[in-house]
């Protein structure tokens, strides 16, 4: 999925600017005379821009602004370090993660790029080391976080010093409606305001239309083994779900907001920087992470947006090569959300938006079709014809006619007075015999045991997919009772038929494995390249893959360069890494060669 929108920015600039400006070209600008093909190639190492970057980089390049809205591993970042290289001045990001900072600036720095953070992690003497480095025009690319950039001494900064562009990260922040809601976000238009010649950029791999439209208006954009994440929705669930992991023989790690801050640095570290740690997490996990080599995404209880779950599920697989997103889910984690959306602060109106995002989740879970199409539907896009990898193309969803028992249900619900919550309309239903149907004498009831031919969890997931589908609603204020809607009459009246799912009842074990390479690579050379990686990445404090991808290793492998000029053209490997690295990674695939064939 992408998304451009263009404005015509404004890319004039006061004599005095344009003076400034063209002082400052720094080492990069200069040996490659502007041109952004170029820096792709012999700085990042690759040959060709990715759909619509080329688009987008001409855009920032010519002072224009930008909302780009592309998903995760499209290759974003490029899209705004290479105009701030081509252009005079530094790039400033404003990025909402000091964690990832480090990572993300050390990327940079082994290509050749002088990039730095300000962030409250610095010393006073270090911050004022950067700043000087800002105003004497030395940096290329500059991180910050967006407290920060509000502060008064940080704007007087930025005035005093030549800026290439603005980059606005997760830029989902910036609105009141998206899934991760942060308020500094909302003062980001004074980059509008204080330097309107200054080119823009916002991006993001999620935005639903009003959240598109909310950045804009706040932006004032208007012209518009392997490693693994596992989501659980409580902090004692990821804690529960590492151990039993760790027990298991993985390399699994707890995250959450209530572990001490440097356990939580620790551990994205770990994640960051090893091959094949598995992270247990609440949602604070994973923004911004810009690990290539995560092969999976499982999520044990339901993401409350559709925006959510596309975020997190694009965090696997951003090397291009397969990876799994799987999700489980039951009636209880709707309960749940829908309790910690009405106990948030927000207003009326952005509760009710929450609930229709949690609504639309529903629908995605519960869909018997392509999930991709609804997917991209939701976003925006039509996708012409089904994926063919989804569950539901492997595995099309068996139905059945649920129109009889979805009466059942509903009668259920009403005939005890919309009181009672799932477990107790069940145990009406299949004529249970205890205390509470007593006390409430519902054995009485006309509709007391007339649902015996499904067993209790078949009843769940009729109650499921009609709380899914919105004939059925979840009473808060009263431990979780159902209630119906106005769009259950037509059923009820007999007017109408309802297809339901029919939920497997065979429970499969699934055991992680890992990702099989291409059949013509040889694994002893593909391990003993790894190897190589590893302790250079060690040996600069970075994680394996800043070295090289994956997908660069496999090509060494594939292609068996033996010489610089043959290890050159190589994806991933530009003129910085070729002369740090090369000389090392050609050692190994020489030493290699003359093994297997003496």
Not at 389 to 407: F, H, I, K, Q
Not at 518 to 537: G, S
Request: charge should be negative; include cysteine; proline fraction near 4%.
């Amino acid at each position: 999925m992408n998304d451009v929108l263009n404005s015509n920015g404004n890319s004039s600039k006061n004599s005095s600017e344009n003076n400034i400006q063209n002082n400052t070209h720094n080492t990069i600008q200069n040996k490659f005379q502007n041109n952004a093909q170029d820096i792709l190639q012999n700085i990042f190492g690759y040959q060709s821009f990715r759909p619509p970057q080329s688009e987008i980089i001409t855009t920032l390049i010519e002072g224009g602004d930008a909302l780009v809205l592309m998903p995760t591993g499209g290759g974003k970042s490029l899209c705004y370090q290479i105009p701030a290289l081509v252009r005079p001045g530094c790039g400033v990001v404003i990025s909402p993660l000091i964690a990832l900072m480090q990572d993300q600036v050390d990327a940079l720095r082994q290509v050749g790029v002088k990039a730095s953070f300000l962030n409250s992690t610095l010393s006073q003497v270090a911050a004022r080391q950067i700043e000087e480095s800002v105003r004497s025009g030395e940096l290329d690319l500059l991180y910050i976080a967006p407290e920060r950039l509000k502060q008064e001494r940080t704007l007087s900064l930025l005035q005093d010093s030549s800026i290439a562009l603005f980059a606005i990260d997760e830029a989902h922040c910036v609105s009141q409606w998206g899934h991760d809601f942060r308020a500094d976000y909302l003062q980001l238009n004074v980059l509008h305001e204080r330097f309107p010649n200054i080119p823009r950029i916002a991006l993001t791999a999620t935005a639903d239309v009003r959240t598109r439209n909310e950045i804009n208006k706040r932006l004032e954009l208007e012209h518009a083994n392997d490693a693994g994440i596992i989501y659980c929705l409580s902090r004692k669930k990821t804690e529960e779900i590492a151990r039993w992991l760790q027990q298991q023989g993985f390399n699994a790690l707890p995250y959450h907001a209530g572990l001490h801050a440097d356990m939580r640095s620790e551990h994205q570290s770990r994640f960051l920087r090893e091959e094949g740690v598995i992270v247990v997490a609440t949602i604070a996990f994973g923004m911004g992470i810009d690990k290539p080599d995560v092969r999976f995404v499982a999520h044990l209880d339901l993401p409350k947006t559709v925006e959510s779950y596309y975020q997190e599920t694009g965090r696997a697989g951003r090397d291009g090569e397969a990876a799994d997103a799987w999700m489980i889910y039951g009636l209880q984690d709707v309960i749940k959300l829908r309790q910690m959306m009405a106990n948030t602060d927000g207003n009326e109106a952005h509760k009710r938006a929450e609930q229709q995002r949690l609504n639309a989740m529903l629908g995605l879970c519960e869909i018997t079709s392509c999930r991709r199409q609804a997917l991209l539907n939701y976003f925006g896009e039509d996708y012409p014809q089904a994926c063919g990898n989804c569950d539901t193309c492997l595995s099309p969803v068996v139905t059945w006619d649920g129109t009889e028992a979805a009466r059942m249900a509903l009668s259920a619900a009403y005939r005890t007075g919309q009181r009672f919550g799932v477990n107790h309309l069940i145990d009406v239903l299949r004529g249970a015999n205890n205390e509470k149907i007593a006390q409430f004498n519902h054995q009485h009831l006309a509709i007391y045991a007339i649902g015996k031919e499904l067993d209790t969890n078949q009843w769940r997931s009729v109650f499921r997919q009609l709380v899914a589908r919105s004939y059925l609603s979840v009473d808060l204020e009263r431990f979780g009772a159902l209630i119906l809607e106005e769009k259950c009459r037509p059923l009820l009246r007999g007017e109408e038929q309802i297809e339901l799912r029919r939920d497997s009842t065979q429970k499969t074990a699934k055991k992680q494995t890992k990702t099989p390479l291409p059949e013509d690579i040889d694994v002893v050379l593909w391990e003993a390249l790894r190897e190589c990686r590893r302790l250079l990445a060690e040996e600069q404090g970075v994680p394996p893959y800043v070295i090289f991808h994956n997908r660069t290793l496999e090509e060494m492998c594939a292609s068996l360069p033996q010489n610089r000029d043959q290890l050159n053209p190589i994806s991933g490997i530009g003129e910085r890494k070729l002369e740090k690295y090369g000389a090392a990674f050609l050692q190994v695939i020489n030493d290699h060669l003359a093994k297997v064939d003496p």
